[in-house]
């Protein structure tokens, strides 16, 4: 048994970017030498979440932008927005929404996903962001 | 420490199946022999999703749905139907919020869960689906 | 490699408690003595949840309720509420929609947190509650 750690490094990101990580994170995997177990990766920072999508343009370009703007608009007042001013209410709340964590199984060396499914990472904040994402891999 | 993996077979599930799974993944935590750890399941699949929930009809069969369609509406008008027309672009939404990995922890070689708490499996494609769990112990 | 257990008692918690549990979190991470690996925080119950939130008034007193309102507002009606009469029909699919999970990663035996990330348990039932949270550390 083992952990294996490293840092995914996204060097800018602007709102409603996401980004395909399976590729990279499939590789920290493979460098991990760990076979049977789980990936964790996780966002350090309360305006960026993870999940997993089919990654094709409907979906990234247009239907994920809707839902967020759905459950948490832009312009709905922010109690954040009236005492700091940064312009992010509404990148905060998506974040807790859809958290900050995802755990993908690991099976021979590889990830257990869908054909059709991608890790993906969100930025939601309304400022480019440097991103460094903590990647941990434990198993055998 | 040990990584213990199964796969658990859903044989057919139907848009809107609110499956309760923790029996099967508490006979895959006794199988697996580890008394202290955590249990991972996951959906390999980008239109079904994983949570938990007080198995009981008011919320499974009526509470839930107009949950999942008050955050993405069927007919919302996607940019998935547009170029795939495959009728589910609110299924493949609904899945990237409610995400598609679950973690409880295990403890005397038991599910750590409330009394009226059930791990569930969310079946959210509009076609019938065969689904397969993938299922990972690890501690001691 | 090792797994360390224990229970964070929340005492009292009443519907809209957003409670800061990261520095006992860390606490618990220190006992251990693990080192590299990740911690699992996990809500045995079907009415509270766990995620991460930048812990200043604004989000924590205003804006998150309002997520909350939003998504499944309390006077919905609930299928739960017509069969139970126990008023929590929205806490239920509240937590059902945030996730009873959140697990973070551990580096030099410490919480890998963002600057203004902190760890919170969110109280959505309509009654206080006395919580026993179940943390996992797993690591080396």
Redesign the interface.
Known sequence: ???Y?ETLELERTVEGDVVDITPRVADVVSRSGIK???V?V?????TGAL????Y????V????P??LE???PRN?G???????HDGN?HS??R???????????V?DGRL???T??QVVFLELDVKPRRRSL?V?V???
Do not use: C, N
């Not at 094709?56 to 979906?59: I, Q």
């Not at 370009?61 to 994920?64: C, Q, R, V, Y």
């Not at 922010?78 to 700091?84: N, P, S, V």
């Open positions: 048994m083992a952990v750690s049977e177990g789980m964790l996780f966002v350090p920072g309360s999940t997993t999508v089919e094709e343009p409907g979906l370009e247009e239907d994920i809707r839902l759905r459950v948490a709905a922010y109690g954040h927005e009236r005492r700091w209410g905060h709340i974040a807790s929404l859809l958290g900050p964590d995802i755990t993908v199984p099976s257990v996903l869908g059709w499914q903590a941990k434990m198993g055998e």
